[in-house]
């Protein structure tokens, strides 16, 4: 197994290297702050494992990892204020422990800086694409959030709908940043594309197994609570799928439950996974992530370099992506 | 007088002709809304003539402008924001006409479209050199704004620091836009630098009139209600200079006037109004308008092109920039 540490330790050493300006500590404290609540640092590795599936000296790509990253976070302080979120990884977050409008400006501000580091890269002459694949990531993440919004709402969200929406979310920022690893080292637009898709499915999967685990998962080993998706009447790909397969009087039940706010959480939580459950929800999520997770590997299998060189990313799939239920 | 109004249409047909995405359209809608609403279009147009300073065919330089065009506006929905203004020329503000969350995520989106508009530029060469500009006047912006805000709390905010917040603010954006009209020109570094301080000191010129007309400029021309700074107790350049040359007794009667909520609006504007009169902080701060002003003038006349290339930037400067009190 090569070793996934690596890649992690550069990623961390860069940041710290590349501090963000003093003045006004108002508007950077924050964004020190957030950078700094810790996180996997997926997007930023895998960028360096796309690159690394071309070329030896991944520190190139550094700026561009550590631009994904930047964005990334950008983007939790803002969706955070729009969820009235009050904690990120267990701590208050940027517009809770300040106010909101340290939060719309320290985001702006990162936004900006994500740019920045692309300029960093040494290799101005491929600055076109790079910024062209961040852009349409940076877009659909925009529009994604919004569709995240616009379902809230809706109570006729069809499930091509809620996997685009996930794709345009959480997925492409992944896809993009591995493709701009990609391009940086050179691959040809072939290998591009199929990195791009890599990454795209991994991360629809990964969202697609979130849905699971927030209802079945395992309470020691998922991090948050289980059953949060359940308490807070979200519409994941669970809900969705059993509302197209139910009975009408199965899907009765569940619309009454998915539409009252909540009130006893631990009977209302057995209730409706006992309506998952029955109609082989669990079952049917599963083999659809891993239907994504198999599309990954395969575009994997068809980039055109040394099958060792794949292994990384090969291994930290396998780490995100459970195998059994 | 050679017309400015070409540059304008030109400005104008290529916004018509160049539409936001349509779905989602609660993304997209606020969008073509606030940009929509008008204004003066002062900072594309002025980013046209600096190109047309030194090139003919300034409308390569579109792309661009529209860019400068759509980050202002992207402030502007971020701002009103944080300063919970209703109005925006007139009209419900996006935050007002939507809701806050609205406000957030579309002046999200459209940061990230200013950089999908310089990527359309047709020699993509000189992109390093115009995201680095257009990056340094967006993070100083950010810094502007963080500046305002903190100054809204401090009673002991300098001159210095007073104009160097007005310069981020609002003019850097003026010459950043300059700079890049003159860069995509092909013009020489020296030009360049010109180009850019002469935005700069028109930009800071055009904020020390606004001061100045908010209190004493002629209600039928003043597009705002007069006497709002006073009412609203802002720390203006006017109130920072008066502040700076009272005696004690003076500056102790100012003092209760800025630091006590307004109740009855014009016998306080009435009574602001004669102790800055009575300094002569009218002309102080009309003399210091001037000397912003005629450095400005110095950089033009420094630009080593014809004479008659420069007239349309004078005449613009000359409109935007009253020189009779």
């Known amino acids: 197994m090569q070793a996934i540490q690596p890649y992690l330790d550069s990623f961390l050493k860069y940041m710290q290297q590349h501090p963000f300006a003093a003045a006004p500590t108002e508007l950077y404290e924050p964004i020190d702050y957030i950078l700094n609540l810790g996180g996997k640092r997926m997007r930023p590795v895998m960028l360096l494992m796309a690159y690394q599936l071309f070329k030896e000296d991944y520190e190139k790509a550094l700026p561009a990892a550590y631009a994904i990253e930047i964005f990334h976070n950008f983007s939790l302080v803002h969706d955070d204020i729009m969820d009235v979120a009050p904690l990120r990884r267990g701590k208050p977050t940027v517009h809770h422990k300040w106010d909101v409008n340290t939060g719309i400006l320290s985001g702006d501000a990162m936004l900006v800086y994500a740019y920045e580091y692309l300029l960093k890269l040494e290799d101005t002459s491929k600055l076109h694409p790079l910024i062209k694949t961040f852009n349409k990531a940076a877009i659909e993440v925009c529009e994604g959030q919004q569709y995240d919004i616009n379902f809230e709402t809706r109570n006729d969200v069809r499930i091509d709908e809620y996997l685009k929406m996930i794709e345009l979310k959480t997925s492409v920022l992944l896809a993009g940043g591995m493709k701009i690893g990609a391009i940086i080292a050179d691959a040809s637009e072939e290998e591009v594309e199929h990195v791009y898709q890599f990454g795209r499915n991994v991360g629809i999967a ?17 991090g948050k609570k289980v059953g949060g998706d359940i308490v807070q009447n979200k519409k994941t790909y669970l809900i969705l799928k059993a509302l197209e397969i139910a009975d009408t009087k199965t899907k009765a039940q569940l619309l009454e439950y998915m539409t009252t706010p909540t009130v006893e959480e631990q009977p209302k939580i057995e209730a409706v996974k006992n309506i998952l459950e029955g109609l082989r929800i669990p079952e049917l999520t599963f083999e659809l992530k891993n239907a994504y ?3 990954a590997f395969e575009h994997l299998s068809a980039i055109k370099v040394a099958d060792e060189r794949k292994q990384v990313l090969r291994d930290i799939a396998d780490a995100l992506l459970i195998r059994e239920m």
């Not at 990964?206 to 998922?222: A, C, E, H, I, V």
């Open 293 to 295: 997770q198999n599309t």
């Open 206 to 222: 990964f969202q697609l197994q979130d849905d699971y685990l927030d209802s079945f998962g395992d309470p020691k080993k998922f």
